[in-house]
């Protein structure tokens, strides 16, 4: 089902947005164009679906346990967030996570980004890949797939290895913490990719397998390499100047060097992630988010089966 601006954001005609104007400017990620009218048109009514999605597995899960005599607890609702770098994605994921705390039968909402399941960067280094980062191969795949069973299992805290955007690294002595959660975001690229079928691994899974709905972030590929430019000239400006930012040598770049580096590491990594693994895995989403040249959404389109 496809449905334009006007059509969505007529859903939400009833709802009031729970958020100040502020709290939207804190949750909006650099270079995203985010204020209080485009949450109440958009983020608030799949807010909402969200929740009723939510709500309806968690009555059916009840329903099953009565059915089995069995009193299990509620199993999380995990909702899979995919995109390319620079489209949104954790904005959106953030955005969400805001939202739907909002709503009485979802308090509890956290959020964790597949960052943490990177390789650390002495491991990409030793296998060659720190070129490939962000690329399927460079996550400890295993290892994100546990941590999300381990978690609509109901286990009663889950741990995830923490990253760092300043240092580009994992960081080895912290951790995300997850406490059996009404509801858990797992953000990040690849998401959504199929499960990695070898000659002797036929029942591989994919982490999609354990989502309860998805949603893919969506916009042509001009406009997110123009947002990517836009974003590194920003952050040469701020995160690249801290002392410990692995970024640190492209903060005295002139805009003209900035805009070249920041295109050429496009053209050699991001956009052939996308065209390669990101963005064949957006049929698989229940809902996609198409974006216009502004940031703006344009269009929903929701698979109904």
């Known amino acids: 089902m496809s449905l334009d601006r006007d059509t969505w954001s007529r859903l939400s005609d009833e709802i009031e947005v729970p958020l100040t104007s502020a709290e939207i400017e804190r949750l909006r990620g650099m270079g995203d164009v985010l204020d209080v009218e485009e949450v109440r048109q958009v983020y608030l009514p799949l807010s909402r679906l969200l929740n009723l999605y939510a709500n309806a597995a968690g009555a059916l899960n009840e329903a099953t346990n009565d059915f089995l005599g069995g009193h299990h607890q509620r199993t999380p609702f995990v909702i899979g967030v995919a995109g390319s770098v ?43 890949l720190m070129e490939r980062k962000g690329f399927p191969e460079s996550y400890d795949r295993r290892a994100l797939l546990r941590f999300v069973a381990e978690i609509k299992s109901g286990a009663p805290r889950v741990t995830a ?31 959504l990719a199929p499960a990695q079928l070898s000659a002797d691994d ?25 947002w990517y430019v836009n974003r590194f000239l920003s952050l040469r400006d701020s995160a ?14 002139t805009d003209a060097e900035a805009s070249a580096t920041a295109l050429d590491i496009w053209r050699r990594i991001n956009e052939p992630n996308l065209v390669q693994n990101v963005r064949p895995t957006r049929g698989r989403a229940k809902l996609i988010l198409s974006k216009d040249a502004d940031h703006t959404i344009r269009r929903v389109l929701l698979r109904k089966t």
């Open 161 to 191: 290895p923490k990253y760092s955007h300043v240092t580009y690294d994992i960081l080895p002595d912290e951790e995300v913490v997850v406490t059996r959660p009404d509801v858990l975001i797992v953000e990040g690229l690849n998401v």
């Open 86 to 128: 620079a489209a949104g994605k954790s904005t959106t994921a953030r955005l969400l996570r805001a939202l739907m705390s909002r709503w009485p039968t979802t308090p509890d909402v956290q959020l964790v980004t597949t960052d943490g399941f990177l390789h650390p960067n002495a491991v990409l280094r030793e296998r060659g």
């Open 202 to 226: 036929k029942g591989a899974l994919a982490l999609s397998d354990f989502f309860d709905f998805s949603v893919y972030v969506d916009a042509r590929t001009q406009d997110i390499e123009r």
């Open 240 to 253: 690249f100047r801290d002392p410990r930012s692995y970024f640190r040598k492209y903060a005295g770049l």
